[in-house]
Nanobody
Framework: QVQLVESGGGLVQPGGSLRLSCAAS?????INWYRQAPGKQRELVAS???????STISSVKGRFTISRDNAKNTWYLQMNSLKSEDTAVYYC??????????WGQGTQVNVSS
């Protein structure tokens, strides 16, 4: 198992930006960012594979960017042009060879004027 610690959530106005961080106790992982809004199912937002390839869902494409700092075993979700519908608890998830090896505790993102 891998320990994951998230940070960077908060309250931001529509159109603003936040950067979420996910610090891991291990390396060489696939990292996924999920989010769960009140009353909705958890959804996968962005992924970065071990080889560095990335993907994002269509609703955040062009606004959210997933990246990593291998030296720090830290992964990031840069969120720009935030909308009220981005309000959710954001979780990072680690996989190794297709198997879940950890979940973060979640960080709240509120987009509101």
């Amino acid at each position: 198992q891998v320990q994951l610690v998230e940070s960077g959530g908060g309250l931001v106005q529509p159109g603003g930006s936040l950067r979420l961080s996910c610090a891991a106790s291990g390396s060489d992982l696939t990292i996924n960012w999920y989010r769960q809004a009140p009353g909705k199912q958890r959804e996968l937002v962005a992924s970065i594979a071990r080889d560095g390839s990335t993907s994002t869902i269509s609703s955040v494409k062009g606004r959210f960017t997933i990246s990593r700092d291998n030296a720090k075993n830290t992964w990031y979700l840069q969120m720009n042009s935030l909308k009220s519908e981005d309000t959710a608890v954001y979780y990072c998830n680690a996989k190794f060879r297709g198997r879940d090896v950890g979940w973060g505790q979640g960080t709240q993102v509120n987009v509101s004027s």
